[in-house]
């Protein structure tokens, strides 16, 4: 086994620093030295699952090495691995196997796989049924079928939240057919939104945010949307009824679906990727204009590569505040309260066992 070290769950507001194993290389494996690894809602929620003592509930995995969109270098390849040399950059999201065989695998489309997809971590190893550790660590092992080469145009920190949030509002925005000449409006404006308003308009979409309040026009604009409306002003609200191919839903919150479906316009889509708890719809307001409503989550290997040179050829990447990874529980407490614009981004240097 190979040693490093990592930050595991302590409680649901607490990361300890400790030694962690990963396994030996297998034939088709890479070990990646985690340079950057971003701070994800999904972090906290796994979190959630332990109490005040670290003890983990029925449901959790233990331990807990929290962490699923990271960028660093490989430092060593397996027998068989030709696609990666020690020294290349590289970005892994938060799958890092599936099953290769189903109808969805083979479709290219391995977050959706039959036999679930093996998560970066809280999942279970298929070859010897280990639970997987994240990206809160200094390395990482992971099969080179799910590691991703970093574009040289990508800032490897601004680029690691890509790997989750990026990919998730991708594959909605590129299997809606968003391009030029669409209207598109995001819902919120957080880790997710400020990605799909950036992704939108390199598309060619004329891009609007809906918003609380009118608080982050100027955020609005910097990021490239072409207007925001508040979500509160009913008049606004009101005059763009149906004027929307797609909306992409990122509130985090439970809320009501209704004055987002009022927005869609006919035969458009109504996409969710924020809230993905139960919902309540009335049918008419699908009827009334044959609206859709649709989710999305994460994305198979052929898109993330897709969405990686997207965003190198068109300048996009995530807007960080990079933290070291010793401020880890500065920065869980800062996200349950919102406190960040628009991603919080773990410097892993700091873990210093690989240097």
Not at 12 to 31: F, G, N, Q, W, Y
Not at 85 to 104: K, L
Not at 279 to 292: P, Q, S
């Amino acid at each position: 086994m190979r040693t490093t070290t990592g930050w595991q769950a302590a409680g649901p507001t607490a990361l300890r620093r400790v030694s962690i194993e990963r396994r030996d290389l297998r034939p088709d494996d890479i070990a990646v030295r985690v340079d950057y690894c971003g701070v994800c809602h999904t972090d906290l929620h796994a979190l959630n699952a332990y109490d005040q003592h670290g003890q983990r509930d029925q449901h959790a995995e233990a331990p807990l090495v929290p962490g699923h969109e990271f960028t660093g270098v490989v430092t060593g390849v397996g027998l068989e691995v030709t696609t990666f040399s020690a020294g290349d950059r590289v970005a892994v999201g938060n799958i890092v196997d599936s099953c290769g065989v189903c109808a969805m695998c083979e479709a290219g489309q391995e977050n959706f796989c039959h036999s679930f997809p093996t998560l970066t971590y809280g999942g279970t190893d298929r070859q010897d049924g280990s639970a997987t550790l994240g990206g809160y660590s200094r390395e990482y092992v992971v099969r080179d079928a799910f590691a991703y080469p970093l574009p040289s145009g990508l800032d490897p920190a601004a680029a690691a939240p890509l790997m989750c949030a990026g990919v998730t509002v991708w594959e909605p925005l590129r299997s809606l057919g968003v391009g030029p000449g669409s209207r598109v409006a995001v819902a919120g404006l957080g880790g997710l939104g400020h990605l799909a308003v950036k992704m939108a308009v390199a598309l060619g979409a004329t891009t609007t945010v809906i918003s609380r309040s009118q608080d982050k026009r100027d955020d609005a604009r910097e990021l490239g949307a072409h207007d925001l409306i508040a979500s509160t002003d009913t008049q606004r609200m009101a005059a763009a009824r149906d004027a929307f191919d797609v909306v992409i839903d990122t509130v985090s919150a439970p809320h009501d679906l209704a004055p987002y479906l009022k927005l869609v316009a006919m035969d458009g889509t109504l996409s969710l990727l924020g809230y993905l708890g139960p919902v309540t719809v009335e049918a008419m307001d699908l009827l009334i204009g044959r609206k859709k409503l649709s989710s999305a989550g994460s994305g198979g290997r052929r898109a993330t590569a897709e969405m990686l040179q997207f965003c190198a050829d068109n300048g996009i990447a995530a807007d960080v505040e990079v933290l070291p990874s010793s401020q880890v529980d500065t920065a869980l407490d800062r996200l349950r309260r919102n406190d960040v614009r628009y991603r919080f981004v773990l410097d892993l240097s700091d873990l210093s066992d690989l240097d």
